[in-house]
Nanobody, 121 residues
Framework: QVQLVESGGGLVQPGGSLGLSCAAS????????MAWYRQAPGKQRELVAI???????KYVDSVKGRFTISRDNAKNTVYLQMNNLKPEDTAAYYC???????????????WGQGTQVTVSS
């Protein structure tokens, strides 16, 4: 079994910064893509940023230039640094990892429990 544990959410004023982290643990042979999603009340979950095992990144247009995704492969951890936060960034943020648990080639998606980010004055 694989667990993803997120941390770092909270309340911040507009223009402020927050950093999220998500650590994977358990039966892990290798981790491929890692990503952050978010879901605001009444809205669908959306992909915010994704990073490959080689470090290539992609972002949704609304966060480009403000958010940075990174990962530490030795620690099986993905990070999301969020700067210049806006009220519309308010959402529950979820990490996802594509994990190969053992020597077999099957890859599974695992999700974190979510962490709330609220941007408000």
């Amino acid at each position: 079994q694989v667990q993803l544990v997120e941390s770092g959410g909270g309340l911040v004023q507009p223009g402020g910064s927050l950093g999220l982290s998500c650590a994977a643990s358990g039966s892990i042979f290798s981790i491929y893509g890692m990503a952050w999603y978010r879901q605001a009340p009444g809205k669908q979950r959306e992909l915010v940023a994704i990073i490959t095992s080689e470090g290539s990144t992609k972002y949704v247009d609304s966060v480009k230039g403000r958010f940075t995704i990174s990962r530490d492969n030795a620690k099986n951890t993905v990070y999301l640094q969020m700067n210049n936060l806006k009220p519309e960034d308010t959402a529950a943020y979820y990490c996802k990892a594509d994990v190969r648990p053992d020597w077999r080639p099957t890859v599974y998606d695992y999700w974190g429990q979510g962490t709330q980010v609220t941007v408000s004055s």
